[in-house]
């Protein structure tokens, strides 16, 4: 029974984190993290490790599907990846030093407002656009504003994902699919750093079953997510990438309150 149990858990976790990944390109910890410790009684920090984990090849596979369909941008992309990296670390490790408690709350808040915002008030800048914006503008923002995102991601596992999709349609003025296809090629890195952080830092064998089932269940839903993302409109992404992000974040706020 306790397998079965562990089976669904991580089966529910990596299909909402898989979503919200392919669609939105959120982190997989959002959801991952509090199913884990809510359900499983994991410890956060060693939660936050696992829905890393998971979020690389996830984050990887959407990318790739992304580059296929020429919805990324990889040259300014990795300005602000650098900055994020260079930051994740600082986060994981100030993280070690915070109780269970205090973290992934803000997360769960900008995954809601950010599915709110994008159902009220969708992107719907254009490629043309974009290449309007200067470009010596855009790399100093993505310095700034990825050192944030990156000790985010690494403090709390969560929000990176959100807050790149933020800065890069709201603050850079990105398309909605290239802004997603170019947050979960960051993210790859991003969470593939805050893994070894967490894991090195924790200094403790995570769960394998856990860890293998919502890597191979994040990764399949992943798949699902962004092949479908890049198939649709603009404006029909907005809408679903909307609803599945203000489900998931009601769906989080939920599964904290039962705790």
Do not use: W
């Not at 670390?89 to 809601?112: K, R």
């Amino acid at each position: 029974m306790e397998l079965f149990i562990t089976i669904i858990v991580c089966l529910l976790a990596g299909c909402g984190a898989g979503l919200g990944t392919g669609f939105a390109g959120m982190s997989a910890a959002v959801v991952i993290t509090p199913m884990l410790v809510t359900f499983l009684g994991m410890p956060a920090y060693s939660a936050i490790g696992i829905a890393l984990a998971s979020d690389v090849l996830a984050s990887g596979v959407s990318a790739y599907t992304y580059y296929k369909n020429r919805n990324i941008d990889i040259k300014n992309g990795i300005i602000m990846m650098l900055a994020v990296l260079a930051f994740t670390f600082v986060g994981s490790f100030v993280a070690s030093f915070v109780p269970n408690s205090a973290m992934g709350g803000t997360s769960v808040f900008m995954t809601t407002i950010m599915g709110i915002k994008f159902i009220v008030r969708p992107v719907n800048t254009t490629k043309e656009t974009m290449s309007a914006v200067s470009g010596k503008k855009r790399i100093v923002q993505s310095v700034i504003f990825g050192m944030l995102i990156g000790f985010v991601c690494g403090f709390v596992g969560a929000g990176g994902g959100m807050m790149m999709l933020m800065i890069l349609t709201i603050v850079l003025g990105y398309e909605l699919k290239t802004a997603v296809g170019t947050s979960v090629f960051i993210m790859t890195f991003t969470a593939l750093t805050g893994a070894v952080s967490h894991f090195i830092i924790d200094k403790r064998m995570p769960d394998l079953l856990v860890l293998i089932l919502c890597i191979l269940f994040t990764l399949l839903f992943a798949r699902i997510g962004a092949v479908i993302a890049n198939k649709v409109s603009s404006k029909t992404l907005n809408r679903a990438t909307g609803i599945i992000l203000v489900t998931l974040g009601v769906a989080v706020i939920g599964i904290g309150a039962l705790v």
